[in-house]
């Protein structure tokens, strides 16, 4: 029988087979219901069973998932009663992220991986404030000009504003005024924090599928209570993640489990007055990227905050309590009980409006593919911590992670800021070098796993053009997407990556062109 994870105990137990879990699932109920643990059970049993995890921590309580469980007679009752024989409390191999850097690992991305298209989303752009971004992505792209941190792109915006009467008879009309606009709306994201999202070192997608020696998958946990304060920037920045996967990681078919799970809290952010042409978007990409062994869920408060041609994709799901004291929600509550496969003994409708905290109605996809019929559940007990961390305990781990060090120093290469503004960076400019390997610690809780710290030589100067400097991309579809990537575990040397960085700009600009992809 294939492998399965266990989410609750209804008439029987509630399962979630790790074959089918890439067919993406979701997580409902109104606030209070009990989707955040929910969500802790479902990652700890994912890295459990060796498949890393990548989740948003949007109040502060998700971090407790890093440190065991206290004792609760309530929590070891409900295992006993659902038969657990091997419930402990123990704490998951957690790597801690942070946008701003103050709570985890800098989790950033460069200008050019952004992309125009989620930079228009999340500066607000109108089409016409977007059609100018766009020229000025082309403009760099056709000049050999590398977009990498927040200096870059306001370079090229000021070199496209001063040549606009130049620019549209290639490229179509420019207008200064749309160009003021947008560096007034970069202002306001600066004022925000927003120019810490880009710049090197880039997230490397590995360091989001560690796995430790003992066969556990890594918890990836984005502290996201600072982010959330600006809902756009927060459900750009995980579309953004969303996208990278996609267009990274090669196709591999079904496998016998996930190569990740990606857990996006407060979904309806994500669509909130999205335009059509990014719902399209994003409906693609769910559809096509668990072909790249990565499952999608959704967490959020009602199943009708997803647009239905997503919704229809999310085949396990775990619905909580429902209000219904509203028509409108009353609504929502027949239309939930509807996408339902029946189950005679369980009122659905009924159901929805009477279950629980830490009860929910479970169906997940079967072997056949078939949702299983629906089922009243308990859900299984954590086994990390409920509730969040101290400071020093977060502290520690930060310390101990495998990844320590390696996104914590800003690298400054010759971009298009420098190019623009005929300045050369000195080797000093890119940051200090660092050699050496993290040392073993009998502490570590990733059981003493040795990773080669990464070193952060000064760069080469920058070619005039990347495109002629760069090797010839692969002409087959996965070599266009460009794989930094994966199977083998290894670590990239400081040439290696920086070489990559180099490759994935201009793959940057043949997939914008070629497959229209989020970054378009």
């Known amino acids: 029988m294939a492998e ?47 498949v890393p995890v990548f989740c ?48 985890g690992h800098r989790l950033r991305a460069t ?39 927040f200096k870059d792109l306001r370079a090229i915006l000021a070199h496209v504003g001063d040549r606009a009467s130049e620019l549209q008879s290639r490229y179509g009309q420019v207008s200064k005024q749309s160009v003021g606009t ?34 556990r998958g890594a918890v990836n946990v984005l502290a996201a209570d600072k982010l959330v304060q600006s809902p756009r920037l927060y459900a750009t920045f995980l579309l953004w993640l969303l996208a990278e996967l996609f267009e990274e990681l090669p196709e591999v078919g079904d496998l016998p489990k996930p190569k990740l799970v990606f857990f996006f809290d407060e979904a309806h952010l994500l669509f909130k007055e999205a335009p059509r042409a990014l719902v399209d978007k994003v409906e693609q990409v769910v559809r096509l990227i668990r072909s790249k062994g990565v499952g999608v869920y959704f967490v959020t408060q009602n199943p009708l905050d997803l647009p239905a041609a997503v919704l229809g994709q999310l085949g396990n799901r775990v619905q909580h309590a429902l209000r219904a004291y509203t028509p409108l929600e009353q609504q929502a509550v027949k239309a939930a009980a509807q996408t339902f496969r029946p189950n005679p003994r369980v009122r659905v409708e009924e159901a929805i409006t009477t279950l629980a905290v830490g009860e929910a109605l479970v169906s997940t996809l079967q072997e056949d593919g078939a949702p299983s019929p629906v089922e009243q559940a308990r859900i299984a007990p954590p086994r990390g911590r409920i509730g969040a961390i101290t400071r020093e305990e977060r502290q520690a781990l930060l310390a101990k992670s495998p990844i320590a060090g390696h996104y914590d120093i800003d690298i400054d290469r010759e971009s298009a800021f420098e190019r623009l503004n005929g300045r050369v960076l000195s080797p000093a400019a890119t940051g200090p070098q660092r050699s050496g390997s993290t040392p073993v610690r009998s502490d570590d809780p990733w059981g003493g796993i040795l990773m080669p710290t990464r070193n952060f030589p000064a760069p080469p100067p920058a070619p005039r053009s990347t495109r002629a400097a760069a090797p010839a991309p692969d002409s087959s579809l996965g070599g266009i997407l460009g794989s930094i990537l994966m199977g083998d575990g ?26 229209g992809s989020l970054k378009r």
């Not at 309580?61 to 295992?79: F, V, Y």
């Not at 992309?115 to 000049?143: C, H, W």
């Not at 290894?490 to 497959?515: D, F, H, V, Y």
């Open 4 to 50: 399965s994870i266990l989410i609750g105990q209804g008439e029987g137990p509630c399962g979630l087979l790790l074959s089918r879990a890439n067919r993406h699932g979701l997580i409902a109920g109104a606030t209070g219901t009990g989707k955040t643990v929910t969500l802790q059970v479902l990652a700890e049993a994912f890295s459990r069973a060796g």
């Open 56 to 103: 948003a921590d949007i109040k502060g309580d998700l971090a407790g998932i890093s440190q065991p469980g206290t004792a609760n007679p309530k929590i070891e009752a409900r295992a006993a009663a659902m038969g657990i024989a091997d419930f402990a409390y123990e704490a998951s191999p957690v790597v801690f992220w942070d946008v701003f850097g103050e709570q």
């Open 111 to 149: 200008v050019a991986e952004m992309g125009p298209m989620l930079l228009s989303r999340m500066l607000e752009l109108n089409d016409t404030q977007e059609g100018v971004l766009n020229i000025a992505f082309k403009l760099a792209d056709d000049e050999g000009l590398l977009l990498l941190d």
């Open 182 to 215: 947008i560096q007034r709306r970069l202002l306001v994201l600066e004022q925000q924090g927003g120019e810490q999202f880009f710049g090197e070192p880039a997230l490397a997608l590995q360091d989001l599928m560690l796995v430790t020696p003992a066969g």
């Open 490 to 515: 290894k670590r990239q040397s400081p040439a290696e990556a920086m070489a990559k960085s180099a490759a994935r700009e201009i793959g940057r600009a043949l997939t914008r062109g070629i497959l």
